[in-house]
C-alpha cells in the first residue's frame, strides 16, 4: 500500500485504497486536525471534506444516457440510473457524512450501525441497527470518519453481508495502515477512499497524528 495521492494503489490484501490528493482536501483535513478547531467547524469542515471525497468514492456510480431539452435544443445526457444508492453511516460520527452525502444524491437511502469501541478491548459493540430493506439491491457506501483498527468497519460491513449487499465501498476522512489492513485481510474487494492516510495507532488504537475522537470533536461531548 502506498499513500500515493490520488491514484488507487493495493494494500498488502490487495484491496483497493485511494487517498484523494486535493490542496482543499489537504487543508481542511490539517483544520480538522487542530486542537482549537471547535465542534462547529469541525462538524461544517467534516461535511465539506465528505463533498469532496464523495466525488472519488462515487466515480463509480451507474449512469444512463437519456433525453432532455434545453433552452437552445434537445440531446441526450447521463444521469444516475439502477435503484438509488444507499449510504449507511456508523453512528455516531457517521452521520455528519450522511448528511453530507444527501446533499449530493438526496434521493440515497439511509441506513444506521450503532457501534462503540469497548474503551479497554477496543472492539466494537453494536447497539442499533436499521438498514433499508432492500439494501441488497443497492449501490452502498459506508461512510465513518475514523478508521483506526478497522473493527467497527469490519462490524459493519459483515452486517451488510448478511443483508446480501454487494460489497459496498468505504469513505472515511482519516485511515491508518492497520485499520486498512484489517479491512481488507476480511474484505479484499471493498475499495477504500480516504482524505488522509495517517502513520499508525497508539498504545489506545487512536489514529496517529490523528485528530482524537471523532465523534467527541463533532459534537461537543468530551
Ligand atoms: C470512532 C469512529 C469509528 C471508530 C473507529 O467511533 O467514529 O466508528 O471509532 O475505530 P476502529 O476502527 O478502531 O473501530 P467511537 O467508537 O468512538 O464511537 P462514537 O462515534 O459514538 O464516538
Ligand atoms: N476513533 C476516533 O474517533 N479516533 C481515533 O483516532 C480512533 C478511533
Redesign the pocket.
Known sequence: MSADAGAASQSPASGTVTVVDHPLVAHKVTMLRDVGTVSESFRALCTEITLLTAYEALRHLPVESVAVETPITTTRSPRLSGPAPAVVG????GLVMIEAILTLIPHARVGHVG???DPES?Q?VQYYRKLPTDIAERDVLLV??????????VRSLEILREEGCRPPRLLSIIGCPE?IAAVHSAYPEVQITLAALDERLNEN?YIVPGLG????RIYGTR
Do not use: E, K, Q, V
Open positions: 456508523i453512528l455516531r460520527a457501534l462503540y469501541r477496543h466494537p465513518d470518519p475514523m478508521l483506526a483498527t478497522g473493527g467497527s468497519a485499520g488504537a475522537d471523532a465523534g467527541d
